[in-house]
């Protein structure tokens, strides 16, 4: 009788989870440019390492990206991130309904295939050379191939013929080409040519009248345009908003993002290590910023710290997973990375015996690096008693949780002490979630 009662506690406790077993909750998503109970986040297009979109101490920020998270947050949902490529693209999967918002530094659209929302505010531009002659008529211009739309484009080219349209996503190229192009100039947001020159002293820098107001784009078919511009005009009549927006924008600073992931040049800094976290994960046949993404769950890139239970440095490693490695724990940043990635690749080689797709794989791994690798096996086990798939993530994770019931725990097929575990089922989430956004953020 006692088995019988055991069996429904848990057959009830698990239906009741599978009612709610997304991580990140089923309040509705804009797909399709519908609200849909079905997913979890709205998917911004953003630019890359701009005011807008950049990294900040190993996690994303930037005006766009906070604005818009804010937005999916007041209804329920989180934000995916599709890094801005070019205008054609951007608005192919507006149109398609694969992307619900597109906010870019220059969008300026013409066609009629997507709309705007209301404004956020008044764009500035600048004309930025290292010449100190005032841009003549026939001097040579670069300009963003996204900063104006086609009307102003043509009014623009009116006034100065000797125009050349460049790729907004790579300042380091212009800055080349105004290096080498004698009285050559640029016209870039006033925010982008003050941030310039505060890394280059000699550039000169002239103020042109505002310019079309800045927005965001949704589809024709948008549903919820009125909504989003309700909250826009709430939120920039508040009187927050000019320091929210100028925290972003006036205060943004090329020397910092260069050290904290939002450099004009090349490809963004995660942290300081992140050349021994590219060797190692290269090693062990891993994304370095899958790895970059565990780094910053366990100690957000501090290599001093240490937990209660004795976890030390940058990967948290205790002393007893050092040893098996024939090490002592230490907060080096170089060694602490040597063998969690060590202990990752022992995980995968463990998993790897199980017929776990490999697209789940890593789910399994960081779950027992985080919990132990018996804890996991523990729940394969209670998955496969009890008829789910006990190599899918989804399925396992609900008896990851399902053991902060003690009764399931202590059933015939787990024989151990209670553990309460809802933190290795967050971690998994978490991590991946912040490795999706390195992966936009970095373009890897």
Not at 387 to 400: A, C, E, H, K, T
Request: aromatic fraction near 12%; glycine fraction near 6%.
């Amino acid at each position: 009788m006692k088995g019988i009662r055991l069996c429904a506690s848990i057959a009830l406790l698990v239906a009741l989870l599978l009612s709610c077993s997304n991580e990140v909750g089923t309040k509705g998503s804009i797909r399709g440019n519908k609200l849909k109970p079905v997913k979890s986040y709205l998917t911004a297009i953003l630019e890359v390492n701009t005011p807008g979109y950049f990294l900040k101490n190993g996690l994303p920020t930037g005006y766009h990206f906070e604005m818009i998270k804010s937005y999916a947050s007041s209804k329920g949902m989180l934000v995916k991130v599709i890094p801005f490529t070019s205008i054609d693209a951007a608005t192919k999967l507006i149109a398609s309904g694969k992307a619900d918002v597109l906010a870019v530094e220059n969008a300026s659209l013409s066609n009629g295939t997507l709309q705007k929302t209301v404004p956020h505010w008044k764009l500035r531009y600048a004309t930025i050379s290292f010449s100190r002659k005032v841009m003549g008529r026939n001097d040579k211009i670069f300009v963003p191939n996204n900063a104006f739309a086609d009307q102003e484009l043509l009014q623009l080219k009116e006034q100065f013929p000797n125009i050349t349209l460049f790729d907004g996503l790579n300042m380091g190229l212009l800055l080349d080409h105004l290096l080498s192009g004698g009285e050559a100039y640029a016209i870039v947001q006033a925010s982008i040519a003050e941030a310039t020159r505060i890394k280059y002293p000699e550039i000169s820098v002239n103020y042109m009248q505002e310019s079309a107001s800045s927005s965001w784009y949704v589809a024709k078919s948008c549903v919820f345009l009125d909504d989003l511009n309700r909250w826009i005009a709430a939120r920039r009549n508040t009187a927050l908003h000019p320091t929210f927006y100028s925290s972003f924008y006036q205060n943004y600073k090329v020397n910092r993002s260069l050290s904290e992931g939002a450099s004009m040049r090349g490809e963004p800094l995660l942290s300081d290590y992140d050349q021994e976290v590219k060797r190692y994960s290269k090693k062990i046949g891993w994304d370095w910023l899958l790895v970059s993404a565990l780094i910053y769950q366990e100690s957000k890139f501090e290599p001093h710290v240490q937990s209660g239970k004795g976890a030390k440095g940058l990967m948290q490693v205790m002393p007893a997973t050092a040893s098996l490695f024939g090490f002592e724990a230490s907060h080096s940043p170089k060694a602490n990375i040597y063998i969690g990635t060590k202990l990752l690749a022992r995980l995968t080689k463990a998993f790897s015996k199980y017929p776990i797709p490999v697209e789940e794989r890593n789910k399994f791994v960081l779950a027992a690096y985080n919990g132990g690798m018996s804890h996991v096996l523990k729940a394969m086990n209670l998955a496969s008693q009890y008829r789910r798939n006990p190599y899918l993530w989804d399925d396992v994770s609900l008896f990851i949780r399902a053991k902060r019931n003690s009764s399931i725990f202590r059933s015939k097929y787990i024989s151990q002490s209670y553990r309460n575990d809802n933190e290795t089922t967050r971690f998994v989430v978490e991590v991946l979630d912040r490795y999706t956004s390195y992966k936009s953020l970095t373009l890897n």
